[in-house]
């Protein structure tokens, strides 16, 4: 038997002068709460009382509080924040539902002063503002890691490949030596026969037979250690000529690599200058950033309260005047709107001076890292030439060496095979050349056993070696997908923002049914734009307007000309877009809508309709016209006291 989804808990919102409220106490069950009332009955100050409780700093001090408070009780957990006034200041405390409220505050926090809405209303370049939320850094310097892993992991791969082509060469090699091997075991079978049947027709003393076995083993010794001697001389000599040949192109490659003439030490303590002073300017843009939403949003909350004096014309033609919400005084609204105007202006110098920095911080990273490779690669060739130069002293020493021990040694081998000839015994010339011969074949044996034993080693280490190269190619390309994963990541992202704002647009204008407004989308193209000193390519997102003619002909339109409706609708939507696809509802359950007033009741009640599909709380601030419209099933809060 099924029992159905679990129901969701209420929220529970208790506030303490926090915008025009003295204290007030409101549950919100899920689904759409919608709070009804004219202007001035504290609707916008609750919606951003519940978003200081959900994390946000986008709220104000009542006017005559120094400190206020916001409880939130939701699923059995209650989050708490405070605000208190200091000097010209509010500070923010407590222990909120959300740690971060950035993305939320784009995304989920619709207030009229709602950047992401304000942005297709102004024609900014959405593309930024969808992208906010990525550490597109982060996510760079990831990439970066994950190359250097696979450029490391493909030349492990290419020296087991060309290990892998060189194990045929060996075992050819080992098949030779063997039959070489079998071919000498075989004739010393044979001389040692030969030698046998010699000894049994020689008529000769005991004591000369041995004589003569014990002189030939002297010979058989001396020309063992002649020939090692020999073939480490040979050995020293090749090496030493290939010590020679790298010295040479160590030396060439020091006269054509150029001394590094800038410390690339000083150029990180620039860059950490420079990293320290964009992430200053992150959070001043951040701060400006609120400080603007924020008093925007006042601003026009009490535009709205003006416009209810009972004789409207005195109310525009009068010096307006309104309570500061920062210091309690009583200030022009022109001065208000001036002092925006210079945040404004100042927001952009900052956002400027950023994209500067940030081309600076490029520049220097690329040619600190290009210093640092060349210092390495000329301290590691200065290194090597030191060692090789001692190296050929040494092999110089050890050639000589050799050379003398030979010398010396093949006197001794010479002396001890005339004494070998000296022995008298019959058939002393047949027996000598058959020792002579018996001996340089279980020299060549000793040789090709040894010869035999490090070919098998070396192809017993290629197959080991070669065994790990198809783990390793499967690391390579895991690290692939993931660089892949990474580099598309933010591909991916924008293209599903310009996707979900597409496919939502298009069924809110069915829903909405504007008169000649076909369609509204966004194309997602790349453009050059100049980054500080350079032009670099980054990706825009254009809004495109069609409309239809008297006549039923269709043209392309522009953001201006959209009628107030349109463009509170267009900026909602792209709104609804980032939420989804950034996942807010995984971070919080909340969208709060406010300002609707420019859209016609029966279309706000369709867009309401329309966003409750998408996340548990819709909180929506209405006039009672508007809210009359909506749905018999939503809850309504007539009162906030």
Sequence with gaps: MS??????????????????????????????????????????????????????????????????????????DTYTRTLTRSDDSVVFGGDPYLDDPTVADLFAFLLESNEARRAVARGDDLREVIMRPIDTQRIESEIERCKRERDDLEQRIETLDELGRELPGLEAKRREKQQELANAREQLAETREALDELDTGVEESRSKKRALEDAFDEVKQARSELEDLEFDLETERTTLTQLRSERDELSETLELTEEVDREPDRLAGRIDELRRRRRSLDETINELGSVINFNEGMLEEEGIELGETENPTDALVADEQTVCWTCGSKVDTDQIEETLDRLRDLRSDKLEERNDVRAEIDSLSEEQSRLKQRRRKRHRTEQRLKAVETEIETAEARVEDLESQVSTQKERVAELEEAAEAVDVQGHDEALELHRESSGIELRIERLESDLADVNAEIEGYEERIEEREVIREEREALADRLTELRTRVDRIEQEAVEAFNDHMNTVLEILEYENLDRIWIERREARVREGRRKVTRTRFDVHIVRSAADGTAYED?????????REVTGLVFAL???????????????????????DSDRIARVVDYFQEHVDFLVAALLPEDAAALSEDYSYVQQID
């Design 3 to 76: 029992t159905g989804p679990i129901p969701l808990p209420s929220a529970t919102v208790n506030v303490r002068n926090i915008g025009g409220i003295d204290e007030a106490t409101v549950t919100l069950p899920p689904g759409v709460s919608v709070l009804t009332g004219r202007n001035a009955t504290n609707r916008t100050s609750f919606l951003q009382a519940l978003m200081a409780g959900l994390g946000s700093d986008r709220s104000s001090l009542k006017a005559d509080a120094d400190e206020g408070e916001v409880t939130l009780e939701l699923g059995g």
């Design 558 to 566: 522009t953001v201006d000309h959209l009628s107030e409706s349109e």
């Design 577 to 599: 877009a980032g939420y989804l696809v950034h996942d807010v509802a995984d971070t919080v359950p909340f969208i709060v809508l406010d300002s609707l007033e420019a859209i």
